[in-house]
């Protein structure tokens, strides 16, 4: 089963981008990617609402294509009364799927807020708005940075989804085992959830490696070696890239996993040519 055919199916990650040229991009990379019929496109935020406006604003010109758009929402840095308003905007606009984050709070950046966790914005999102959102959250396979063990941030996993999120989606990972032990464990402890996983197309090494260290998501030796050994040449790096990526999502699909969610990083072409290798 291809992932376009598959109940969840596919969904796209795109960031605010923040000039003009950068805008006029992401509605090519939106309509190129909107012929795969994803089940929806998400928009990050910036923690401590930094990114608040443009959040909105891209969410807003995403969704013109008819797909649904989930704005990111994260709650460190932020108060109550601003996390409602907000709330209220997106229910007001017809916008139903959220997906809510902790966040990581920039270095300087004012006070932890009223919720310093992700299932405590879970728990206030339903308590202010019931069930009018579909709200997906983050699950972390090779554990979530700051974690000091694997199986404290599964629990605290648990206890986002228990608090009433639908969907979880992955941090990026090229282990499908991780995947597969973590979505079993989980399971385990009772999540029903679709735990969908988070697909991050190689492109650049220098980029990836040093987006890696910070989130916690673990490049293998094997691919970190090979990678590194094509130094500048940027061709054979993404031909490289596209083969591991399109490899790990085949088996992903193959083992069960629900849908694939890519972070687009608002390029089309990495994404697509990952789906046009799927049998
Ligand atoms: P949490 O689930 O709150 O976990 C954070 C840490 O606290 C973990 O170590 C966890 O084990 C621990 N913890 C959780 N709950 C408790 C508790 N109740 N008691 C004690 N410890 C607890 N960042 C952005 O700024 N903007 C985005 O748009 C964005 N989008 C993302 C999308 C996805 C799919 C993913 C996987 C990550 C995204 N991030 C984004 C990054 C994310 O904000 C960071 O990874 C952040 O450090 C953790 O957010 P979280 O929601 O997973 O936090």
């Known amino acids: 089963m291809s992932a376009q055919e598959h109940p969840l199916g596919i969904s796209f990650e795109f960031f605010p981008p923040n000039t003009d040229a950068g805008r006029e991009k992401l509605l090519h990379t939106r309509d190129a990617l909107a012929e795969r019929n994803p089940r929806f496109f998400s928009v990050t935020y910036g923690a401590g609402g930094s990114t608040q406006a443009r959040t909105i604003h891209t969410v807003n010109s995403v969704r013109e294509c008819g797909i649904n758009t989930a ?3 994260s709650c460190i840095g932020s108060e109550k009364t601003q996390l409602r308003d907000l709330l209220n905007q997106y229910r007001d606009n017809g916008i139903n799927s959220l ?3 902790r966040g990581d709070l920039p270095s300087g950046m004012g006070g932890i807020g009223e919720l310093r966790y992700a299932n405590e914005l879970v728990e206030f999102i339903r308590a202010e708005t019931g069930d009018h959102f579909e709200i997906a959250v983050a699950a972390y396979p090779e554990a979530h940075p700051q974690a ?6 599964l629990q605290n996993f648990v206890r986002k989804v228990q608090a009433g999120a639908n969907l979880a989606i992955t941090q990026y990972f ?3 085992d991780a ?3 973590f979505v079993e464990r989980a399971q385990a402890l009772g999540v029903e959830a679709p735990i969908v996983p988070g697909i991050m197309p190689i492109t650049n090494y220098t980029k990836l ?3 890696s260290d910070a989130c916690g998501a673990d490049i293998p030796r094997w691919i970190r070696k090979q990678l590194e050994a094509y130094g500048d040449d940027s061709e054979s790096i993404q031909a490289f890239g596209e083969e591991v990526v399109s490899n790990l999502c085949q088996r992903l699909l ?6 694939l969610h890519f972070y687009t990083l608002n390029q089309a072409a990495p994404t697509l040519k990952v789906l046009d290798n799927l049998k």
């Open 174 to 176: 090229f282990s499908a």
């Open 179 to 181: 995947y597969f032990h």
């Open 148 to 153: 000091p063990s694997f199986e404290h941030d």
């Open 99 to 101: 997906v809510a984050l």
């Open 209 to 211: 490696a040093r987006f």
């Open 254 to 259: 193959e083992g069960g996993a629900p849908g």
């Open 71 to 73: 704005p990111h929402l």
